[in-house]
């Protein structure tokens, strides 16, 4: 439940909407490339977890498989990316909150949600974990609804609401057409529909804190992946036959505007509170695990010491307290430029997102490669195709980096400028971190 209210978040019930407004009916494609992509970093995920459990998987696997170095940078990007995804979240959060109080600055709001969300993280891990599967839940059965609905109203070929529109097969070739904007929007949007899929890997974080990883963690993954393709492929597919792709837009989660449209009273504005505690279950989740990665590169003298320390309730407040200075960055963000603040925050984490999964997947290679030399006992829960997948889709997260760099959306071109300021940050960080342990050693 945990990855699953991570996942489903403002990538999905609020960016879905700017994307079917860019691309068309043809976004479809788009989230089935990336679900097979996100579906084979989860299995790869899902052996190196089972080859050894830990907490803060991400900067320990990249360690033994890679190197130092690698658990020190994937440990940063990865945090960099739950920072930048925080931020949208709150954004978000602001951007949903608005429909109600739409005289109260968008700031403001993005600063009370941050400060909900830092006193439930910082009071107990039980009480987040209760927390998020009640999030997690909201979502679900939000989705699973709209997914019923959806298929009522297109199996009758229904009028929808006060739109003038029948729901069917027509809407994904009229106005143009499948694909209005040609191919290669398509591929454009696959960076932004990543980030959509964005914190399924939570799931290994999360295994090194469970009683039985190796019986919880394979059905976990497995089922987490079946219905993420679900909800995300499914509900774009849906949304796409219900309205007219020109019906939606950037500025309000897609699934609000079909229920505004239903004419059921107060249909939208129920809706409109569902993707609310999404934009706060995904922010919740990524405070959690930024926390705990925070945590691990600490102890290793790769982060402040302060991010280390624990409460007596098992806390880890250094970690949660360092990200919440870096979300009220954000909120600052929203004050300065509230109607870039969210795409900007996207496409910044979604450097972080590929970065994480490329090392995964790496790993996943290195340790099948150690198993084949005798080194190291392969789990029976596999990588599916190795190596060619891990390949594969190593492949196709390069070219994803390489799209971000010829878009025409300079948020997109800021986002590939600031890649090499943050692979020289990471070496001169990573260098200092040698040379004062070398001094300690002498």
């Not at 792709?245 to 699934?255: L, Q, V």
Request: hydrophobic share 55%; glycine share 10%.
């Amino acid at each position: 439940m945990i990855a699953i209210g991570g996942a489903i978040g403002v990538g999905l019930l609020l960016g879905a909407g700017g994307r079917l407004q860019f691309v068309g009916p043809g976004l479809v494609l788009s989230y089935a490339i990336s679900g097979v992509a996100a579906f084979f970093v989860m299995r790869a995920l899902g052996e190196l977890v089972l080859h050894r459990t830990t907490s803060g998987s991400f900067v320990e696997y990249a360690r033994e498989f890679i190197g130092p170095w690698a658990g020190f940078a994937s440990g940063w990007m990865y945090w960099l990316n739950w920072a930048m995804t925080g931020i949208a979240e709150c954004t978000a959060a602001a951007i949903y909150v608005s429909r109600w109080l739409p005289d109260v600055p968008q700031w403001i709001t993005a600063l009370v949600a941050l400060g909900v969300l830092l006193v439930v993280n910082l009071l107990s891990v039980k009480l987040f974990g209760e927390l998020e599967f009640w999030f997690a839940l909201v979502k679900v059965l939000a989705i699973v609804v709209f997914l019923f609905v959806g298929l009522a109203l297109i199996t009758t070929g229904a009028s929808v609401g006060d739109t003038g529109h029948h729901a069917g097969i027509g809407n994904l070739t009229e106005h143009n057409g499948f694909l209005p904007n040609g191919f290669p929007v398509v591929l454009m949007a696959l960076q932004g529909v990543i980030f959509a899929f964005a914190a399924i890997e939570m799931v290994g974080i999360a295994a090194g804190e469970t009683d039985n990883p190796r019986k919880v963690l394979p059905k976990a993954i497995n089922s987490v992946v079946v219905r993420i393709a679900v909800f995300y492929v499914g509900s774009i597919l849906l949304l796409a036959l219900v309205l007219p792709w020109t019906m939606y837009s950037g500025n309000e989660s897609p699934f609000v505007t079909v229920f505004s449209h239903l004419g059921v009273p107060a249909a939208g504005d129920i809706m409109n509170a569902v993707v609310l505690t999404a934009a706060l279950s995904s922010c919740n989740s990524g405070l959690y695990s930024t926390a705990r990665i925070l945590r691990s590169l600490s102890q290793r003298g790769e982060a402040p010491a302060f991010t280390a320390r624990m409460s007596r309730r098992q806390v880890p407040y250094g970690g949660i307290l360092f990200t919440g200075f870096v979300y009220l960055c954000g909120v600052a963000l929203n004050y300065w430029i509230p109607t870039d603040a969210f795409d900007i925050a996207v496409n910044v984490a979604s450097l972080g997102i590929i970065t994480t999964w490329m090392t995964l997947l790496f790993c996943q290679i290195q340790l099948r490669r150690k198993a084949l030399r005798g080194e190291i006992e392969r789990p029976s829960f596999r990588m599916p195709g190795a190596p060619y997948t891990g390949w594969a889709t190593l492949a196709f997260l390069v070219g994803c980096l390489g799209l971000m760099a010829f878009s025409d959306d300079w948020k997109q071109q800021v986002a590939v400028a600031l890649a090499p300021v943050l692979a020289i940050v990471l070496a001169v960080g990573w260098r200092i971190i040698e040379t004062r342990r070398a001094g300690n050693q002498v």
